[in-house]
């Protein structure tokens, strides 16, 4: 197993253009999150998946972000009208339903928005 | 909710210890720690669970106070490989992290 994969590793976006990212988790992982992570903070929750079901999507997230997982494989966040708010790292993460699992990281995309 | 790291950021002599210090305002399940190097991904260290199992490295330890909402990661014998900001996550159904610790260890 080749562990998460990010897809695109960067991106530079003009503002208000339209992007989506794509996660390929572990296989056999079928939870599954993404966090927004910029220059000295923590892996800031944005949403999760459990199998196919979005379980949980942050409060602090704006309608302008939205999470798929078609079929519990692979996830893709897409934000609209991108603002120069929205540059960060943003990372995937997947682990196996457990409450008692680690969870492995994917090397993220990075979003700059010009 | 966010789980509270203290300190903020420690500086350390190679071979000194280290105390990392997270805590939760709700019960806490499970707690992990991770290791994040600059410009790369979080990688998981340890997870400690409720009941006291351990999973992780095996020369890292840590604690659980399931009662106190604590857990502590505590790093010996420090090498210059253990640079890095160190985060503590915490389950409640989802995971999430506190705001990190940021580790230097020196020659």
């Known amino acids: 197993d080749t562990g998460v994969s990010q897809d695109p590793r960067h991106k530079i976006t003009k503002r208000g253009q339209n992007v989506t990212f794509r996660c390929d988790p572990i296989?056999?992982?079928?939870?599954l999150y993404w966090y927004r992570q910029t220059l000295g903070q923590g892996p800031e929750f944005l949403t999760y998946?459990?199998?196919?079901?979005?379980?949980?999507k942050s409060r602090l997230l704006s309608d302008r972000f939205s999470a798929e997982r078609p079929k519990g494989s692979f996830s893709t966040l897409e934000i609209q009208r991108t603002e120069q708010g929205d540059s960060a790292m943003y990372l995937c993460?997947?682990?196996?339903?457990?409450?008692?699992?680690?969870?492995?990281f994917g090397q993220g995309t990075r979003l700059t928005v010009v | 909710q966010q789980p509270v790291q203290s300190p903020q950021a420690v500086i350390l002599r190679e071979g000194e210890d280290a105390v990392i210090n997270c805590s939760s305002s709700k019960a806490l399940y499970s707690v992990h720690w991770y290791r994040q190097k600059h410009g790369e991904a979080p990688v998981f260290l340890m997870i400690l669970l409720k009941g006291g199992e351990q999973k992780g490295h095996e020369k890292i330890s840590a604690s659980f106070n399931e009662k106190k909402q604590q857990s502590s990661l505590y790093l010996t014998a420090s090498q210059l490989s253990y640079s890095g900001t160190y985060f503590c996550?915490?389950?409640?159904?989802?995971?999430?992290f506190g705001q990190g610790t940021e580790l230097s260890v020196k020659p």
């Open positions: 296989s056999e992982h079928n939870r």
């Open positions: 993460a997947s682990s196996l339903f457990s409450g008692r699992a680690e969870a492995f």
């Open positions: 998946f459990q199998n196919e079901a979005q379980l949980e």
């Open positions: 996550g915490t389950e409640h159904g989802k995971l999430i």
